[in-house]
């Protein structure tokens, strides 16, 4: 599911700005952008139905307070974005009545009142909170890599399939 | 140890990097829906609220009967024979809401198609027989080009020069445009798609296509001379007192699909298809309403030329993309704008 995710948020966001800034290509890009928003949004609230019955490990013993601090804080507001930026897209869309294709006659309702000056300032917002997602992407991505390379206390073991090699750290996740 | 932080520092700013150029944050001249509506607006002046083109305008309403001679075309709902509610808008190219009209300005008739569960076909189509250039970048050239230099009044001939040069297709297809027949007015103007566009039958079938809207109205040559001493909403004020009039018939055009040979153009707008194409006429649109954008429907409204129902599908025309990435940069402005009275005012539609 974080992998996938993973994937899918990041080609949102380079989908994103590449559509606002094309002539050519804007029309398949956003034919891509909506149904793809919605699949994030119906994986999110899959994702955080099971984080809320089956919870993550403890921090490791390792992690000073305020390291646990950044970590609780970036994952509750990327969880707070993956959220926010479908239903953004999708309120913005209905502000502005727009009909909401998915893909072919499929289209969803509108979820907010008719109203240009609501879909200006979502439309504003949308842009605003992708590139906070991203800067906060940056930032998650930088602590991983921060914690595999430099400190190598084998905490990525928690996310990918495969055993990351060397290091004899002892404040590993079983420790 | 020194090694590893300098392998995170170029992981990092490589995926950084790659985010900016996606973006165009390097490409400072890539023409972009932004960069075309600022053109528009330096060339028009500062219109707050209103659209960026056609800016003058009025809003309409009717209906589209469909007589089910397109459903063997176009599995589209909206060509099942039967009746939709129609919200449009009548307008003037140009950026300026308050431009005296006059008979040479392109005019345009926007149209949405209310269809049932929730789709829509919205569709922006001028009096004109071929559009003036090909390409969004020409457009953007032709905007520059043509814009009236201050010292006198007309556009620079050097400057055009350069354009005619630059865009041979519009130095073909601006004479043909400039010399066409002008009716007297918007109620018996022939509107076209100029964009091609492509039905999918019920078999899944791609059908290039154009179309028209042609009036029942029996066309009158417009009279230049007249038309200078009749007031800055001569051409409104006439279709409003037209849509008003109990004795009058509302007025109505006829929806004709004009259907593209194998070897036609589907991607140039400046390039006519040739007469003898076969025509399927789909049915009548009805205009029985008008109203001042000020109160009316459509002003709040993107006609987007993609926003389309199953069954009609864009060509790779460039212009139509384009027009869909321009026209909401320009929607995205003027919805946050404060809305300023049009020129075309509920008072005038009363009198």
Same mark, same amino acid.
């Given at each position: 599911?974080?992998?996938?995710?993973?994937?899918?948020?990041?080609?949102?966001?380079?989908?994103?700005?590449?559509?606002?800034?094309?002539?050519?290509?804007?029309?398949?890009?956003?034919?891509?952008?909506?149904?793809?928003?919605?699949?994030?949004?119906?994986?999110?609230?899959?994702?955080?139905?099971?984080?809320?019955?089956?919870?993550?490990?403890?921090?490791?013993?390792?992690?000073?307070?305020?390291?646990?601090?950044?970590?609780?804080?970036?994952?509750?507001?990327?969880?707070?974005?993956?959220?926010?930026?479908?239903?953004?897209?999708?309120?913005?869309?209905?502000?502005?009545?727009?009909?909401? =294709?998915?893909?072919?006659?499929?289209?969803?309702?509108?979820?907010?009142?008719?109203?240009?000056?609501?879909?200006?300032?979502?439309?504003?917002?949308?842009?605003?909170?992708?590139?906070?997602?991203?800067?906060?992407?940056?930032?998650?991505?930088?602590?991983?890599?921060?914690?595999?390379?430099?400190?190598?206390?084998?905490?990525?073991?928690?996310?990918?399939?495969?055993? =990351?090699?060397?290091?004899?750290?002892?404040?590993?996740?079983?420790? | 140890?020194? @090694?590893? %932080?300098?392998?995170?520092?170029?992981?990092?700013?490589?995926?950084?990097?790659?985010?900016?150029?996606?973006?165009?944050?390097?490409?400072? #001249?890539?023409?972009?829906?932004?960069?075309?509506?600022?053109?528009?607006?330096?060339?028009?002046?500062?219109?707050?609220?209103?659209?960026?083109? #056609?800016?003058?305008?009025?809003?309409?309403?009717?209906?589209?009967?469909?007589?089910?001679?397109?459903?063997?075309?176009?599995?589209?709902?909206?060509?099942?024979?039967?009746?939709?509610?129609?919200?449009?808008?009548?307008?003037?190219?140009?950026?300026? $809401?308050?431009? $005296?009209?006059?008979?040479?300005?392109?005019? !345009?008739?926007?149209?949405?198609?209310?269809?049932?569960?929730? /789709?829509?076909?919205?569709?922006?189509?001028?009096?004109?027989?071929?559009?003036?250039?090909?390409?969004?970048?020409?457009?953007?050239?032709?905007?520059?080009?043509?814009?009236?230099?201050?010292?006198?009044?007309?556009?620079? $001939?050097?400057?055009?020069?350069?354009?005619?040069?630059? #865009?041979? /297709?519009?130095?073909?297809?601006?004479?043909?445009?400039?010399?066409?027949?002008?009716?007297?007015?918007?109620?018996?103007?022939?509107?076209?798609?100029?964009?091609?566009?492509?039905?999918?039958?019920?078999?899944?079938? !791609?059908?290039?296509?154009?179309? !028209?809207?042609?009036?029942?109205?029996?066309?009158?040559?417009?009279?230049?001379?007249?038309?200078?001493?009749?007031?800055?909403?001569?051409?409104?004020?006439?279709?409003?007192?037209?849509?008003?009039? $109990?004795? /009058?018939?509302?007025?109505?055009?006829?929806?004709?699909?004009?259907?593209?040979?194998?070897?036609?153009?589907?991607?140039?707008?400046? @390039?006519? %298809?040739?007469?003898?194409?076969? #025509?399927?006429?789909?049915?009548?649109?009805?205009?029985?309403?008008? /109203?001042?954008?000020?109160?009316?429907?459509?002003?709040?409204?993107?006609?987007?030329?993609?926003?389309?129902?199953?069954?009609?599908?864009? !060509?790779?025309?460039?212009?139509?993309?384009?027009?869909?990435?321009?026209?909401?940069?320009?929607?995205?402005?003027?919805?946050?704008?404060?809305?300023?009275?049009?020129?075309?005012?509920?008072?005038? @539609?009363?009198?």
């Amino acid at each position: 599911m974080h992998w996938t995710m993973a994937a899918m948020i990041i080609a949102m966001l380079f989908i994103g700005v590449a559509m606002v800034a094309s002539l050519a290509d804007y029309h398949s890009l956003v034919a891509i952008h909506r149904p793809l928003g919605i699949a994030i949004l119906i994986l999110v609230i899959i994702r955080y139905v099971n984080r809320k019955l089956n919870p993550p490990p403890e921090f490791i013993a390792s992690m000073p307070p305020a390291e646990r601090l950044a970590a609780t804080i970036s994952e509750k507001t990327m969880y707070a974005m993956m959220f926010a930026m479908p239903l953004i897209g999708w309120g913005m869309l209905s502000a502005a009545r727009y009909p909401i =294709v998915l893909f072919g006659p499929l289209h969803l309702p509108p979820i907010l009142p008719h109203s240009p000056m609501l879909y200006a300032f979502l439309r504003k917002t949308h842009t605003i909170v992708a590139h906070l997602f991203f800067a906060t992407i940056i930032a998650h991505f930088s602590a991983v890599l921060f914690h595999t390379l430099i400190v190598r206390d084998h905490l990525i073991d928690r996310m990918v399939p495969w055993k =990351v090699r060397g290091g004899d750290f002892a404040g590993g996740p079983n420790t | 140890m020194l @090694i590893r %932080w300098a392998a995170i520092g170029v992981v990092i700013a490589g995926i950084v990097g790659a985010f900016a150029y996606t973006g165009g944050w390097f490409s400072p #001249h890539r023409l972009t829906p932004a960069r075309f509506i600022d053109t528009f607006e330096a060339v028009n002046g500062p219109h707050p609220g209103f659209r960026r083109n #056609h800016a003058k305008g009025v809003c309409v309403t009717g209906f589209f009967e469909s007589s089910g001679n397109a459903a063997r075309i176009s599995k589209a709902v909206v060509f099942r024979p039967g009746r939709v509610r129609v919200i449009g808008r009548f307008a003037l190219a140009g950026g300026n $809401p308050y431009a $005296p009209d006059a008979s040479g300005i392109v005019r !345009s008739m926007a149209l949405l198609f209310k269809l049932p569960d929730g /789709e829509q076909w919205r569709t922006g189509i001028n009096n004109i027989p071929i559009f003036v250039v090909k390409t969004p970048e020409a457009f953007r050239d032709q905007l520059i080009a043509f814009q009236a230099d201050p010292a006198t009044g007309k556009p620079d $001939p050097a400057r055009v020069q350069a354009f005619f040069a630059k #865009h041979p /297709e519009s130095a073909r297809a601006i004479p043909l445009v400039m010399s066409r027949p002008v009716s007297s007015g918007f109620e018996n103007s022939t509107y076209n798609s100029l964009d091609a566009f492509r039905f999918i039958d019920a078999a899944g079938n !791609s059908i290039p296509v154009r179309w !028209s809207m042609i009036p029942v109205q029996p066309f009158v040559a417009a009279d230049a001379a007249q038309s200078a001493s009749q007031g800055k909403n001569y051409l409104f004020d006439a279709l409003i007192r037209r849509i008003n009039q $109990p004795s /009058e018939q509302p007025l109505r055009w006829h929806l004709v699909i004009t259907i593209g040979d194998p070897g036609d153009p589907i991607n140039d707008a400046t @390039i006519a %298809w040739p007469a003898n194409r076969e #025509h399927v006429d789909a049915g009548v649109l009805t205009i029985d309403h008008v /109203e001042s954008e000020q109160t009316g429907a459509c002003r709040d409204i993107n006609y987007d030329p993609l926003v389309l129902p199953s069954g009609i599908a864009p !060509s790779d025309d460039p212009l139509l993309s384009a027009r869909s990435a321009t026209y909401s940069q320009s929607f995205t402005r003027r919805a946050g704008e404060t809305k300023e009275p049009s020129a075309v005012t509920p008072a005038e @539609i009363r009198q």
